[in-house]
């Protein structure tokens, strides 16, 4: 904790602003607890690149659940932050060597929840790469509309004027339709079924 | 097409938590009631769930990238800071190394002299190994037994080897270890009253150790019935169960007891078992009892390294044994026991009437 603002940041008001994703709490939040887990990742056979990419995965983490009002700490910030970055890491090289990793689970500092929260995290990572293999199916306009609504958070009247859609009554219209289409191929008629996780 | 746009637009406005109480409340209700449209929720909400996740971890992504960039890594500067370290010092290190690589050599070198050494005598029997003459009470009273009854006495001199033996029928059934009488046809076995009786082999298994020995006098007969059982069953051979045994160490019966350590003997043999429990020279052939009067097997050897490792084997080979004996013996009296709920003083007062010592003559 070298910020001195930060320092007077409970973890009460942590969490509210990271729920807001306030800037300069998620680059509090990269200067006090990066360390740590950059280690601890580079002890556990990980590169710094892998450290990395695991930080950015906790703090998703914790921010969705801040977002959903669903983050209840029993223990402090940087505790609970460290212990889901281990799980995190500890699952990747689970998968990557194909081997379990029981005795370094053992020693874990084990938080309750912890466990839970990851394996819903990878579900959402697994369903995120789903759906860019069927963003990649459904075609043009659709994968543009979609994305100018979902993910670049356009309004439908922008939309419609983007894509050529004479009102943005139609463009809703267009929209639902290029969804119905996703939505069948990324639950089972694409021989992809949902129960086939990476996790 | 418009129904379903308004269909969608409904079930969109639902997941995103954008109805009022009392619409949501209907929705609800339509929803129980219509599996179809349930499940249309549900995917809905997984592919929003989707979009969301994605754009969560875009936005994590994009924020600590900017921070990320302009930081320097922690660990490469601890790596640095170690590296440099070395440098300064490698002269110290390099000496350091040396030592520390002589020392584990000559570790090595003689760790593996050691067990060389040992490797031969890794397996001991508990043979004993008698070489002077102990004239004890119990040789006296043999005496002035060998002249009241007529019967071989034992010989005037030292025997070669002792083991035990426990009884298996009243009328003079034995079971020692086949490597206690190994080579030997001048056997004797010295009963609790400590008589002298001349015996003979009648049945042997040398792969598991086991020679069954019958007292050669016609009209002998052990006092009383048989205390105890053999029992085959295999969880009476769990581990941790508390056992004993009695056996003849030296002139005078023994009591020992300790608990099974491991279901297989000695480099995973699966005729016989582990135990912890004290053991010496003498006590080859002595019966494995457990806390309910079962007889679990014979003691047959020790591991010379560990001390109170001690192997014995299972009562199960003893059985295949039995079961080629003559017609004069019957395992019906070994089925059941007459201890099996009175205290281990009781119990061991009644067994150590049955255990006797086996002595072999050139």
Known sequence: MRDNSAQLLSDEQLIRSLALGESSTISHIYKSCYPTIEKMVFKMNGSL???????????????EKAKADELNLTCKFSTYIT???KHIWLKKLTKKKNQSFSILHENMEDLIGVDQDVDLFFEFENNVSKLTSCFQQIGEPCKG????FYITNKSMQDIAEEFGYTNAENAKTQKYKCLNRLRKLFFN???????ERAY | MNEHTNKYETVEKYCLGLMDDKEKMFFEI??????????LVHEHKTLLKAFDHH?????????????HKHSH???TVVLKHLKLNVNKYWRTASVAATVAFMASTFTFLIARSVYKKDTHAQYQLLKGEINTIKKDQKAIKTEVDKVKKDVVPLPDYPSKFSGTGFAISKNGYLVTNFHVIDGYTKIFTVTYDGVGHQSEVVATDEINDIAILKIKEAEFAFDGKLPYSISIRKSNLNLANRVYS?????????YNEGYISSTTGFEGDTNRFQLELPSGPGVSGAPIIDETGNILGVISGKQSQTEGVTYAIKSKALISLLKTLPKDFTLNALQDNIIKGQSRSNQINQIQRFVCMVKVYN
């Open chain 1, 189 to 195: 008629e694409n021989g992809v079924t949902q129960n």
């Open chain 1, 83 to 85: 212990a889901v970055a």
């Open chain 2, 30 to 39: 339509d929803m129980e009631n219509n599996p179809a449209l349930s499940n």
């Open chain 1, 49 to 63: 690149d892998d450290a990395y990419d695991t930080f950015q995965d906790a703090v998703t983490i914790l921010y």
């Open chain 1, 145 to 148: 509309v979609l994305t100018a």
């Open chain 2, 246 to 254: 009695l056996g003849y160490p030296k002139s005078e019966i023994v």
């Open chain 2, 55 to 67: 754009n969560n971890k875009e936005f994590i992504s994009y924020s600590l990238d900017a921070i």
């Open chain 2, 73 to 75: 890594s922690h660990t």
